[in-house]
C-alpha cells in the first residue's frame, strides 16, 4: 500500500488526541526520509529501543540496535518497499545489552510526495515480546509432548 501526502488536518486537537492515543496504547511511531535516511520516533518507539530522548537518530543507529541477522533483512526490506511500493512489515529483535534482546514488529507504507515520488516510509512499532515469548512456550510444549508420544510405542511394547 502506497500513501498519498495529504494536506494537515484541519482539526489539530483531534489529531493531537489521536497521536496520544496511539503512542498512549504503547505503540510506537517512526518515519525515515527514503532521500537523507534522517528518522523520526515518537517517544514510545525511543522507549522500545532503548534510545534516549537526547540521542539523535540515524538509520545507522537504528540498524546497530538490532541482532547482526536482523540489520541486512531489515535493509533490504526497506529498499524492496521504496523501490516496489509494498508494504514494510517484519518483526525483528532489538538489542537491549548485555545479551537480551526484546522483540518489536515494525509495520509501515511507502509516502510519496505530490509527484508520486517515494519520499518517506512511515510506520507503527509494537512490543510483540510476549507473543514471541507465549510462541516459544508452545514449541517447548510441542517438543516435549512429541518426545512421550515418540516412546510410547516403545513402553506399550514393554508391557
Not at 504503547?26 to 522500545?48: A, Q
Not at 516459544?136 to 514393554?158: F, G, N, Q, W
Request: one cysteine or more; aromatic letters at 6%.
Amino acid at each position: 500500500m502506497t500513501t498519498i501526502v495529504h494536506p494537515a488536518s484541519d482539526d489539530p486537537v483531534r489529531d493531537e488526541r489521536f497521536r496520544l492515543g496511539i503512542e498512549g496504547s504503547g505503540v510506537g511511531i517512526w518515519d525515515l526520509d527514503i532521500l537523507t535516511h534522517g528518522l523520526l520516533w515518537s517517544n514510545t518507539t525511543r522507549i522500545l529501543f532503548g534510545v534516549p530522548k537526547d540521542l539523535p537518530l540515524t538509520y545507522d543507529l537504528f540498524l546497530s540496535l538490532l541482532e547482526p541477522q536482523d540489520r541486512a533483512r531489515t535493509d533490504q526490506a526497506v529498499s524492496r518497499s521504496v523501490e516496489t511500493g509494498c508494504t514494510f512489515d517484519l518483526q525483528y529483535r532489538v538489542d537491549r545489552g548485555s545479551q537480551s534482546y526484546q522483540w518489536v514488529r515494525a509495520l509501515g507504507s511507502v509516502v510519496r510526495d505530490e509527484k508520486g515520488a517515494p519520499r518517506h516510509i512511515s510506520g507503527l512499532v509494537i512490543d510483540i515480546e510476549e507473543q514471541k515469548q507465549v510462541e516459544e512456550a508452545l514449541r517447548i510444549r510441542e517438543s516435549h509432548l512429541r518426545s512421550i508420544l515418540e516412546t510410547i510405542p516403545e513402553a506399550m511394547i514393554v508391557i
